[in-house]
Each structure stands twice: as C-alpha cells, then as structure tokens.
C-alpha cells in the first residue's frame, strides 16, 4: 500500500469537510483495502466513519425502513424485518461474498464498491476507468465478467453487487448527505451513471457526498420474491447472470411484476417495459419466452460475452417459473439455489 | 499482488533481535524510535546487512559494520525507489548521492514516526497496545507484531480465507482490516481456542476427521467454522437455506457457510465432516 493519513471522522460534517481528490471514506474497507493493496486505488488520506454513531441502524421509516449506510450486510441480511418483509434483499446478500466479507462490508460501500473488470485490478493494462484516456483492455481482451446492457466503446464492465440487484427490485431509494449538509434521495438505479466516454465517473455523487442511508419502501404484501445467482462456482463469486423478481400472483394472472439483472451492466440493470410484458399475462412460457426476447439483446458488446445472452434468457425463464410457481415445489439446498419463494 | 502492508522497518529491526512480541519496537521515547543494533549480528546475510543498512545509520558504528552496511549498486538503487515509494519524492535529497550512505533515515524515522498510529488491541484476553504505521492490517500485527503466528497469510485479499479471526466475536478477514480501525476490539485467533495439550472440540474434530493435508489453511477453517456454530445458533440463514427463518446443521449448509475458506489441498469433504462432528459434539 502506498503510504497514507488516516483519520478518524468525528461527525458527517467532519467526514465531508476532510474530503477531497485524494481522499478516500473507508467503512468496511472490504474493496477499497483490496484496491489499496495493488495501488489501484491510493488514496493519500483516508477517512475511518466506520465509529460514527448511528449509521449502523435499521430504522422505521414510515411503512418502510431506513437503513444506516454502516449497516452490515450479515446485519442487513438476517435481520428479521427484512427475511419477512424484502425478502429478495436476504437472499441477494446472501448470495454474494463469504461470511467474513458480509460481516465487515457495509450497505453504502457495498452500492460503491468498483468492478472487479480483470483489467482494472492490472496496473500494467490500459483502462479508461482506472486510469482515463488509456484504453480498454477488454476490447480484444478476456470478456466472461463483462457487461450486455449500458456499456460504451471506452468501458464493458460490470457492476458486481447483488445487494444492489436486491435493492433496485424494490425500488429502493439512496440517502445521500452533500457537503452543505442537505440531503437528496435517489432511486439505486439512478444513483449510477453509465460509462459514455468518461468510465472514471460511475455515480452521480459530487465532492464531500455522502451515502448516509438506504431507504426501503413499503413492503409488498402478498408477493412472491425470488434472487437466481448463477456463476462459475457454487458460491462466493461473481454473478455471470443474477436475477430478482418480485412477483404478485391473482389467481392464474400475474398482477404485478418488478424484475432486476445483475452480472449484466454497469449498474443494476431493470427494464420497465419487460415488467409490463408480464403484468396482467398468464404465467405460461409463451409470456416467459416474449419477456425474455425483449430483455436480452440481439448482440453482445464482446464477442466472450455473447454466451449471455441464452444464459440470460434461460435464467429470466427459470426464475420467473419458481417465482410465479410454475417450477413446483422447491427441494432441497444445493438444487435450489435461490431457495423457496415467500 | 500486495506490496508490504506493514511498517517496513519494524522487520528489520525485529530480525536484528529488537522485537518481542507483544512489544512495540518503535516504541516513542527510545533512541529516535530505533532500537539498538546489536553489532555482532550485523552483516551475517543480506537481509541482515540491509536491515542493519536501515537501522544502524543513526548509530556509531565500527567501520567493519560501516563496510558492511554500504549497499551495492543495484541494492542502493532499489532502496532509493523504495524510499520514493514509501516516503514521497520530496525526501530524495542530496544525500541520496553520498556514496558511503545509501540511506539517511533520521528523518525518515521521524517522518514514518509521525504516521504511528497507537492502537490497543485485545487478542485471546490479553492486551497489547502498539505503535503502527496505518497501512498494518490486523493479520500483519497479529503475525509480525505480536508473534501470533497461527493466523495465515494466504492470499492477503480476502478471497482464501487462511486470515480469519474473530473480532468481537463475528469471523472477519484480517488481512481487509487496518489494525488502527480495530482499535480497543478484541480479537480472537487460533491460539485462543485451545492449546496442543488441550484441544478443543473443533480442533479435535479436525484431528480425529483428517480435516487438512497441508494444513494451511487449517486455522482460518477452524475460526470460520466457529463463527458458523454461533451463526446457526443465532439462526442466521445463507443463501442454501429452503427457508429464511429456519437452518440447519446439514453438509449443504456447511459448505455454503465455509465457502469463504479455501483449501488447496482439496480437503473440504474431511473439512465439512470435522465440522459436522464437532457440532454433534458441541449439542
């Protein structure tokens, strides 16, 4: 690691006011020591909120819930609320990382933690993100942990959180405080922004921002809510392909749907027109097969990439077969990897 | 992959006989914060001449350890980088050109000094309070600074495991933990669970189970598969679990909850055995 100023913020205000371009926030530390360690991030100073006192808690907030950006994930998952209530969040954080890390990593730095591109941990390779104005490796490159949707000639990667997949299923909001103090809200899909011709800029937050909270909104009483992973190892991997879906049966039609994709772009990926395909439709693999062929694209950015396209599909179909509850019962464990819908 | 993490002198002065565990060898109030070198010692192999390079320049020294101390070329030249890398441009001065002085660390000392950050740490129940340069992780403070040697580094980013304790009683990596964030924490490692003489029931489990090869990575399993005992307990679920409110000691479940620990060796069938022995054990 390169050498730097650690500080220990005393308040939100302290913690803004000490940022600046070389300066990093650290909570967890779980990425951002890892990005330290190969100098693909060196901060000069580095800013410890990880002891600032009640950030660390899930609140009520009015039929929702309000969760401190240092909430753990291990929290966040096994919290009671949130097994009955969003249940698709347990099971998208569940789904990412090890024990150890969902220990120590938290919700704001699990919505920032940066792509784990190969070529953006290589100091020696070209990379419009780490470092503008290079180059993408990728193109030409290895491309299995590459993006479908949102990518740019300057930058294929993916994001790699499920929890935010969780998260933009339910139409979570981000809390964000700005160095005057104020504080905005943003839905976490729109907290990013796309690589266009600046991949080095991947969220809409300005200097002396903070993310102080994740805000859930109601719960959606009667939905069956599902998480598919699917990836190179049975678990603590990268998502090739995930899925959420939030889905609400009335009868033998689906009243309301709301899907997310992770493994696919550079943010949690929705698409409002492929939840209208489903709403009001019969569960039946006509509907599936039509929602799948909106959603996936006719080509792929990469050609390394292009097995995700039928992985996509299969894995949209599959899902929206258990969450609807054409897959049947759910057995055990290993064979079901996204366990029983609630 | 990941450079030194911690301070780069506090080796070399431990390697000369300075450091024991437990005590901080730049401790402030000593001579600049360096201990004494002991002489006879110097110049024995190379790591020991460098170290001797790094520490002994502020000392009187005989001209036969002077001899010793001055660095060849290339050694002066990689010094010289990593003084930049370390410190900054700013304290390559022309004093880096003295020939018989690769390195002037009076200031360098004082500069890294600065930096020392004083951190308690609780570990197994006893307490120790050190002086570290922020960049020191848990594992390195537990291994290099408190001789606690039982803990592994493995991969030194999270992705194997061999570095798990816990820190108040949740499992973590300790090689993605800066020891100053852990500040009065305390800390469990390996050598807190049990001893040779009297193991307890996990690391017997794994005895008895032939829960290794290598052993490697063996520490960080038994500190994962504790902190997995009390997650059950607690009834958390994973992502293997048919129901988010109710799991269970089954082979599937231990896997997936172990999943943060990598054995090369390949044990993870004898692993997960271990484990579901000793949790018979333990109910």
């Known amino acids: ?33 890892d990005l330290m ?49 969003w249940p698709v969040l347990s099971r998208a954080i569940l789904a990412g990382a090890s024990a150890q890390i969902r220990n120590k990593a ?3 730095g699990n919505l920032l933690q940066r792509t784990r591109c190969p070529y953006f941990y290589d100091t020696a390779m070209a990379c419009n993100k780490r470092a503008p104005g290079t180059g993408c490796s990728a193109q030409g490159g290895s491309g299995r942990m590459l993006a479908l949707f949102g990518t740019s000639d300057d930058c294929l990667a993916a994001h790699p959180s499920d929890m935010a997949v969780g998260l933009a299923v339910l139409g979570a909001e981000v809390e964000i405080r700005a160095s005057s103090g104020d504080t905005r809200t943003l839905p976490v899909t729109q907290l990013y922004t796309l690589p266009g011709n600046r991949p080095d800029i991947e969220t809409g937050l300005e200097k002396g921002d903070i993310i102080t909270a994740v805000i859930l909104p109601a719960p959606r009483i009667g939905t069956r809510q599902t998480y598919r992973k699917v990836r190179d190892r049975a678990s603590y991997a990268f998502a090739l392909v995930s899925v959420a879906a939030v889905l609400k049966m009335d009868g033998d039609t689906i009243a309301e749907a709301a899907l997310a994709f992770g493994g696919v772009a550079p943010r949690p990926w929705t698409d409002a027109a492929v939840n209208g395909l489903l709403t009001g439709k019969r569960p039946e693999p006509a509907t599936f097969e039509r929602a799948a062929a909106h959603l996936v694209p006719d080509t792929a950015p990469h050609p390394e990439t292009a097995f995700k396209r039928p992985l996509l599909r299969r894995t949209l179909i599959a899902t929206l077969r258990e969450a609807s509850g054409l897959a049947g019962q759910v057995d055990t464990a290993r064979n079901a990897p996204s366990g029983a819908p609630q | 992959m ?80 990593q003084r930049v890398a370390w410190f900054g441009p700013d304290t390559v001065g022309p004093d880096t050109a003295r020939p018989q002085l690769a390195l002037d660390l009076s200031s360098l000392n004082a500069r890294h000094e600065e930096r020392f950050l004083m951190t308690k740490l609780t570990v197994n129940g006893q307490s120790h309070t050190l002086a570290l340069d922020p960049r020191t992780t848990l594992l390195d403070a537990l291994r290099d600074h408190l001789d606690l040697t039982g803990t592994k580094k493995g991969c030194d980013h999270g992705q194997c495991g061999a570095c798990t304790v816990l820190v108040n009683g949740t499992r973590v990596n300790s090689c993605l933990c800066l020891a100053a964030m852990h500040d009065e924490d305390e800390i469990t490692t390996i050598e807190g669970l049990g001893s040779p003489d009297s193991l307890n029931a996990l690391q017997a489990a794994f ?8 052993g490697y990575c063996t520490p960080g399993q038994i500190m994962s598969a504790t902190a997995l005992f009390d997650e059950l307990k607690a009834g958390h679920p994973s ?45």
């Open chain 1, 1 to 33: 690691m390169k050498p730097f100023d650690y500080q220990r913020a005393h308040s939100l205000a302290d913690a803004s006011g000490r940022m600046g371009d070389a300066a990093s926030i650290i909570a967890g530390g779980t990425n951002l020591l």
């Open chain 1, 37 to 85: 360690k190969i100098q693909v991030m060196t901060p000069s100073r580095v800013i410890d909120i990880s002891r600032l006192s009640g950030m660390d808690r899930i609140e009520p907030h009015g039929d929702g819930l309000r969760i401190g950006a240092l909430v753990t994930n291990t929290t966040l998952a096994t919290d009671a609320r949130i097994r009955a209530g």
């Open chain 1, 106 to 108: 938290t919700t704001g």
């Open chain 2, 2 to 81: 990941g450079g030194p993490s911690g301070p780069p002198f506090s080796v070399s002065a431990r390697r000369l006989g300075a450091g024991t565990a437990g005590v901080n060898a730049h401790a402030p109030g000593t001579d600049r914060g360096v201990p004494s070198p002991p002489l006879e010692r110097a110049g024995q192999a190379v790591p020991v001449r460098l170290a001797a390079a790094l520490v002994a320049n502020d000392f009187t020294r005989p001209a036969a350890l002077h001899r010793a101390a001055r660095p060849r070329r290339a050694e002066e030249k990689f010094w010289n980088r």
């Open chain 2, 207 to 214: 005895v008895e189970k032939d829960g290794y090869q290598c």
């Open chain 2, 239 to 283: 992502y293997v679990s048919p129901d988010l409110d109710h799991a269970e000691m089954t082979d599937a479940e231990i896997a997936e909850r172990m999943s943060g620990n990598l054995c090369r060796c390949s044990a993870y069938p004898l692993i997960r055995e271990a484990i579901a022995m000793a949790a018979e054990v333990k109910s």
